[in-house]
């Protein structure tokens, strides 16, 4: 069982940024926090080198632009999701996380002032009133791991949540759902659940939750009327992965269909600099080669055949097509798998429909 506290038992000092100083919620979250010192900065370049890392939290204002478009890969198909960085870093320590490759001095990050960034997707939503608006607070970091502290995703919750065309993401690789279950009003709100198999969880995905427990939490999330999507992402292919894979996606056989907001699907991948601080990992002896945007993924018939694969256990499971998606993938690999680009399949189109007022990072493999 992996608990609250033990996680955060990681960390041992906090800086505060001045700026947030008067904001209520502050004091709540050092009250939860009470044990560790507290040092208040105007600046975070005062934080001393020794602390500059992840035993460190530091909480801020919104500095800049916190909303922003996922950074699409060069040559791969966007999916047009809307990033908000609200906890920056990540303790939970999975082999694969990209941030290795570009966090490793930073403290943990929280931007305490929500208020901007609601404001930007309100915006957003109002200009886009046709179409259909994804945004999510997962990208940087896990949107759940400290929210039971700092109850930044009830503000989004909250605020987000009459809008129709607004589907707000919060991903996980925890359990921590128990704080947003009594809101009232839920909207749109999606909890994330990235999800790879037991035997991968333990051995690839650090201190983050067991498959079990985040299972508990999709359920519980569904009973209280939240959506539920699912991430496979990073897929491996070790050992028996087959049977694995199958055996993950039957253990969900009791959340409904029309719970499901989407589920994604992603084959392992990594940059050089990635691979220089992942150090020996057994995944790796399987063939990658470099693509067009410069990380190294499975080959392109390996990918389609796997995708193809997990697609069939999916089709299986539930009946009515469940949007389910290619993250950072390539047309030809989308035409190997569903025959189609992701605007050619109905129940896609919607969620790939590029929000206008929100540039993709990448023009490459534009599809409006
Ligand atoms: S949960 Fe996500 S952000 Fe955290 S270490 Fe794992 S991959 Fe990185």
Known sequence: MSSLNSYIDH????????????LRRLETALQRL?????????????????DMNSHTLFISGSKGETVGHCPASRGHLCCNYITVDLYLGCILNCSYCIMKSYLNFAPITIYLDTEVAIKRIIEIAENNKDRTIRVGTGEVGDSLLLDPVFRLSEDFIRAL???????????????????????????????GFSLNPEKLINRYEGIAGTLAERIQAARKSVEHGYLVSFHFDPLFLTGDWQHQYAQTISSLKDI?????????????????????????????????????????????????????????????????PIPV?????????????FGRLPHEIAE????FKEARGVACASNQGRII
């Open 325 to 337: 998606y290619l993250c950072m993938e390539s047309q030809a690999v989308w035409r190997n798998v």
């Open 256 to 320: 409904p269909q029309d719970k499901i907001a989407w589920i994604s699907l992603g084959t392992m991948r990594y940059t050089k600099e990635l691979k220089q601080k992942m150090g020996s990992q057994d995944f790796l002896l399987e063939e990658f080669i470099p693509c067009r945007d410069g990380k190294y993924r499975y080959l392109q018939k390996t990918r389609s055949g796997v995708y193809r694969y997990i697609l069939k256990q999916i089709r299986k499971r539930w009946r009515s």
């Open 348 to 351: 896609l189109s919607a969620i």
């Open 34 to 50: 009470r044990h560790l010192p507290v040092i208040y900065i105007d600046d975070k370049g005062e934080i001393p080198g020794e």
């Open 161 to 191: 949540s009459p809008f129709a065309n607004i589907f707000l993401e919060l991903k996980t690789k925890t359990h921590f759902v128990d704080h947003l279950l009594g809101l009232e009003n839920k909207g749109n709100t999606v909890i």
């Open 11 to 22: 960390f041992k000092k906090i800086y505060v940024a001045e700026e947030v100083r008067h």
